[in-house]
């Protein structure tokens, strides 16, 4: 986050919100306003009296689908009769639409477990007809009861593969024009939790933690294990009552991905219910002439019988924290063997790299580290020049990062008293940061290879500043938007093109990153550093400065210079000229700009934004 993030903050803490009209039907109760809406087919039959009974009742006092999930999630595994909530998932599931581009980690919740057997059905039917005893499924009664809040299980990896290695995989089979992905389930541990153990142990004989092939991506740095290879596909429905309806198929019964029994009888079904939510369900063939043959897509899925045996969410990094809220029991854990990408720092050669590796000790992540800095600056004045200078050090012997494109997550370390904020004895936006962080809408930047005929139309002539320059990148910084107490400062963003500054908006790529808009745009160049206290060091700088940008005060004054510390992990300073009274001139001395450095910030990729959300650096929760 950028100084000007303050700024806008300080100057919006007291407007309102915009609200979004609730729908009323005459003498029916209103549908409730929701701040992340359901994303419904068109097909949805909206007239169905189940599916009226959702909106209306069941979302009664929730905000978001996801607590709904958890609502139906606390009567599947607690109650003892579980009334019409199975009907309801499947109302909803019904009603979802097929999910776009799954590329990536979703994070996964089981909603529960039923046993799908047509002899269990049969002896559940006559149970009913005859009033005899309490509704009772054994599966989902000691998944309820034993299992939900210690579940193993974390979330699915996917990755898009290409039509050679799908027929690869499914032997020339599966000939289509669709998106496929090869998508891996992950686990979780939980060490001081025997019945997780317990069922991370059982897991193990199920299912090969060593599967091949393995999807290319790395997963996070909390997956303890991961296992279950399937291939993603769209697909018609194998549910017999419904084998029209359009899915995303998670298929782990081809021969290729040497699944072990039961899995090797499943096929997995999606649909998003809301954006980046989806409602899943699992199918297990059945029929028992089928059980032990190799699986065959030409076999047609009643004959196989597929049945039903649970619900499952999944979901994208939008919806961590409030699944964390929701279900706290499952959060994750760092794991206990990273990747050496979170411990190891990619310096260039000097004095105090070998040192700063050191001090390091014992911490699981980078990550880590530099919290613990943060932490020791905000102990006072005694301490902060200590932690400063750790910082810098750290700063200091990164490496000019070469080649940044596409996203990255941002985050802040620190600010740092410059300019007239040293007439303070204490850090004074630090002391305010932690109260105004909730009302920033700040995510991160982006960051596209260009050219110098390609920035024209940004800074006009001036462009020609870069004739020879490699490489040459635009950015942007980006911003989502939240029904939170952020959302008047996206609002006052989305409107900044009224005094020239450049506002734009996400493609469809970006808007799965969670960005909403983009503004304060910058032209990012290799350079030597404008703060006298780097020495002139080898960096990557980013110039909001040239006068067509009409970039707002006070970051028409600013650079941020960028070092990376470790892969896919960057520290950036924000490095503002103390002389505003001097018009931009890249022409100019830059020491008569006399810039200072006012602060510490983050950039990073999805492995190190996963890390940071963990461990609550940078966040309001």
């Not at 986050?1 to 209103?30: H, N, R, V």
Request: with cysteine; net charge negative; hydrophobic share 35%.
């Amino acid at each position: 986050m950028k100084i000007k993030a303050i700024c806008i903050m300080l100057s919006l803490l007291f407007l309102p919100a915009c609200g979004q009209k609730t729908d009323k039907m005459a003498g029916e109760s209103p549908v409730v306003e929701l701040s992340r809406p359901f994303t419904f087919v068109e097909s949805c039959n909206m007239q169905d009296p189940l599916l009226q009974e959702i909106l209306r009742e069941d979302m009664k006092g929730k905000k978001t689908p996801l607590e709904l999930i958890h609502y139906y999630a606390e009567i599947l595994n607690k109650g003892k009769s579980h009334g019409k909530t199975g009907k309801k998932l499947d109302t909803l599931f019904l009603c979802g639409r097929t999910a776009g581009d799954m590329d990536g980690y979703h994070h996964g919740i089981t909603i529960s477990l039923k046993t799908g057997l047509d002899i269990y059905t049969v002896v559940e039917d006559a149970r009913r007809k005859l009033g005899i005893g309490e509704e009772l499924d054994i599966l989902q009664t000691l998944y309820g009861r034993v299992f939900s809040k210690t579940s193993p299980w974390a979330g699915k990896n996917f990755k898009k593969i290409d039509q050679k290695r799908l027929d690869e995989l499914t032997e020339g089979f599966k000939d289509s024009k669709e998106t496929a992905c090869l998508g891996i389930n992950s686990f979780r541990k939980e060490n001081k939790n025997i019945v997780n153990k317990l069922s991370n142990y059982l897991l193990s004989a199920v299912i090969d933690m060593e599967s091949l092939p393995k999807p290319e991506r790395r997963q996070r740095s909390w997956i303890h294990a991961k296992g279950g290879l399937f291939i993603a596909q769209k697909a018609l429905s194998v549910d017999s009552e419904h084998p029209e309806k359009e899915v995303i198929a998670l298929n782990y019964r081809w021969e290729s991905l040497s699944n072990r029994l039961p899995n090797r009888l499943l096929i997995d079904e999606i649909v998003e219910i809301s954006k980046g939510l989806y409602l899943g369900k699992l199918y297990y063939a059945t029929a028992p002439k089928h059980l032990f043959e190799k699986y065959s897509p030409k076999v047609q899925a009643k004959d196989y019988k597929y049945r039903n045996f649970g619900y499952f969410a999944l979901m994208d990094d939008t919806w961590l924290h409030e699944k964390n809220k929701l279900f706290p029991d499952l959060t994750y854990t760092i794991a206990d063997d990273l990747h050496e990408k979170f411990t190891t720092f990619t310096f260039i050669e000097c004095p105090e790299s070998k040192a700063i590796q050191e001090a390091l000790g014992d911490r699981p992540t980078i990550l880590h580290y530099l919290q613990d800095i943060y932490e020791g600056i905000q102990k006072g004045d005694s301490f902060k020049d200590k932690y400063f200078d750790e910082l810098h050090k750290i700063f200091m012997c990164g490496e000019r990062p070469d080649g940044i494109n596409d996203f990255l997550h941002g985050g802040v370390v620190s600010f740092k008293n410059a300019g007239f904020l040293t007439k303070f004895d204490r850090s004074v936006l630090n002391d305010l940061y932690p109260a105004i962080r909730p009302f920033s809408p700040w995510s991160g930047k982006t960051f596209a290879s260009t050219t110098v005929d390609d920035i024209k139309r940004y800074i006009g002539d001036n462009a020609r500043y870069y004739e020879g320059v490699e490489p040459i990148i635009l950015g942007a910084n980006t911003y989502r938007k939240d029904i939170d107490l952020s959302l008047p400062a996206t609002a006052f963003i989305e409107h900044l093109d009224k005094i020239g500054m450049v506002v734009e908006y996400p493609d469809e790529e970006e808007k799965r990153k969670e960005i909403h808009v983009k503004s304060f745009y910058f032209i990012a160049a290799n350079g030597k550093s404008f703060n006298p206290e780097n020495r002139e060091k080898e960096l990557l700088q980013f110039n909001y400065r040239w006068p067509e940008f009409h970039t707002m005060p006070p970051d028409h004054l600013c650079f941020d210079e960028v070092v990376r510390i470790a892969d896919g992990l960057y520290l950036g300073q924000l490095v503002y000229s103390t002389e505003p009274g001097i018009p931009y001139d890249p022409g100019t001395d830059h020491a008569l700009y006399k810039y200072e450095n006012f602060g510490y910030f983050m950039l990073m990729d999805d492995d190190w934004h996963a890390v940071k959300d963990f461990i609550l650096f940078d966040t309001d929760k």
